[in-house]
Nanobody, 124 residues
Framework: QLQFVESGGGLVQPGGSLRLSCAASRSTLDSYAIGWFRQAPGKEREGVSCIIGSGGTTNYADSVKGRFTISRDNAKNAVILQMNSLRPEDTAVYYC?????????????????WGQGTQVTVSS
């Protein structure tokens, strides 16, 4: 059973920034693509970004391109999602999970083995 632990969420004003962290074992990070997904109230979970390995391949949903950056922190065995220029519509619970490398490469947002999630609220 894969395990992920998300952290870093909070309340931020529109235009602000947050840095989310997804901690997992080194073997998990090396064996799977890691995806960030989010779920807003009343909506289905949607893909946000994913990374394969140490970052040779990354992918982003159109709604976050140019604002979010995904990376890997090997020292902390974590995948980082840096979120800038946040908007109210980014408000959601953010989850990380595993993806196949093919789905990440193709931008096919199917994931599994979710963590508990971290709440991001963008509001003035």
């Amino acid at each position: 059973q894969l395990q992920f632990v998300e952290s870093g969420g909070g309340l931020v004003q529109p235009g602000g920034s947050l840095r989310l962290s997804c901690a997992a074992s080194r073997s998990t990070l090396d064996s799977y693509a890691i995806g960030w997904f989010r779920q807003a109230p009343g909506k289905e979970r949607e893909g946000v970004s994913c990374i394969i390995g140490s970052g040779g391949t990354t992918n982003y949903a159109d709604s976050v391109k140019g604002r979010f950056t995904i990376s890997r922190d090997n020292a902390k065995n974590a995948v980082i999602l840096q979120m800038n220029s946040l908007r109210p519509e980014d408000t959601a619970v953010y989850y990380c999970g595993s993806m196949t490398r093919g789905n990440c490469y193709a931008g096919s947002w199917y994931g599994s083995s979710w963590g508990q999630g971290t709440q991001v609220t963008v509001s003035s």
